[in-house]
DNA sequence: TATTGTTATACTCTATAACTATA
DNA sequence: TATAGTTATAGAGTATAACAATA
């Protein structure tokens, strides 16, 4: 049983003990609610991407192709993917003709993946309809919710290990 | 170009604008961010949950059925998923013997669906499971950044009318 | 005719395991 | 023998569309 906003219970401060519990329901824990808002963001991302011949998942490698070319197993682990997933994105990217695979000469078992022009104008894009699906989303949150939230959002990020140092807070 | 922390553009106070912008990549919107923490929540929480027989999309339903039976077309909205992915996972839950499906009497097209005593059991122990995993995921994180992180996650779920009231921050 | 629930089908995302070519 | 990448396959998640029973 949940109180409305600014109910008799909350002006009272009960809300913070007893009847009221803060946390009593599965969906209002992390573990549920970031894997369904994750459905829901996702979809809103896709569907701005869908013109550009993207996905949401294709956008973190073009990221993390932005100022160097990497392996791919470098970009497997930086993801969180297994490397068989990244063979697929990046056989995708390629068609796209958004990135290049050069075979190492060093090392004849490794593919550099470089970005193409086309690479760079595409993650350009994909960065500014994130930022549309984001102020769709954070409608009505002041500039503190909204960096209170992206800032937490980071920092799970970061001790899942994603991204590498790409993804830091300022 | 991101600074690792506390480099000397940090420092002096270009960080804010210019060279370093605060949203230059994709990995650090909700868009994507959500995205992929949505699915390390829920990789996390699905491992917890195995043992009971349960998965993370079922919680939500055990949720909303707590309180009342409830037809599976309104589940399917309060979830926010197409009738056809209800008739799913109550089928699931229904061989679980956590949910009973009972013909309504005054309209014999719909079905109201009610907890078992093993239902109720069940959501119990997701929900503890759940907490453990948001605390695993929290780790580090203050009272005050915690509250601002679910906070925020909550609204964004209530603008996209997910749950209902069930689902309101205090 | 419209609505509730169901089935059949298909698409996306992911992972595991077995394979190849190089080292 | 170990590593980089690939392929084949399978599982979980979703949705659309056509259907039966009931209103």
Redesign the interface.
């Known amino acids: 049983?949940?109180?409305?906003?600014g109910s008799a219970a909350?002006s009272f401060g009960q809300?913070?003990m007893g009847y009221?519990a803060?946390?009593?329901?599965?969906?209002?824990?992390?573990?549920?609610?970031?894997?369904?808002?994750?459905?829901?963001?996702?979809g809103?991302?896709a569907a701005r991407l869908a013109p550009l011949g993207l996905r949401?998942r294709h956008?973190?490698l073009?990221?993390l192709l932005?100022?160097a070319p990497k392996a791919q197993l470098e970009l497997a682990h930086a993801?969180?993917v297994t490397p068989s997933v990244v063979v697929d994105m990046l056989d995708e990217l390629e068609q796209a003709e958004a990135v290049r695979r050069v075979r190492d000469s060093t090392d004849r078992r490794r593919q550099l993946i470089e970005l193409t022009t086309k690479g760079r104008r595409l993650?350009r894009r994909?960065?500014a309809?994130?930022?549309e699906?984001?102020e769709e989303?954070?409608?009505?949150?002041d500039t503190a919710?909204?960096a209170?939230?992206?800032?937490?959002?980071?920092?799970?990020?970061d001790?899942?290990g994603?991204?590498g140092?790409?993804?830091?807070p300022?």
């Open positions: 049983m949940r109180m409305p906003y909350e809300a913070s009221v803060t946390e009593e329901s599965v969906t209002q824990t992390l573990a549920f609610l970031l894997g369904k808002l994750g459905q829901v963001a996702s809103r991302f949401p956008c973190a073009l990221e932005a100022h993801i969180g993650r994909a960065v309809l994130a930022r699906t984001d989303m954070l409608a009505g949150f919710q909204a209170a939230l992206r800032t937490g959002l980071l920092r799970i990020a001790s899942a994603l991204f140092s790409v993804t830091r300022s």
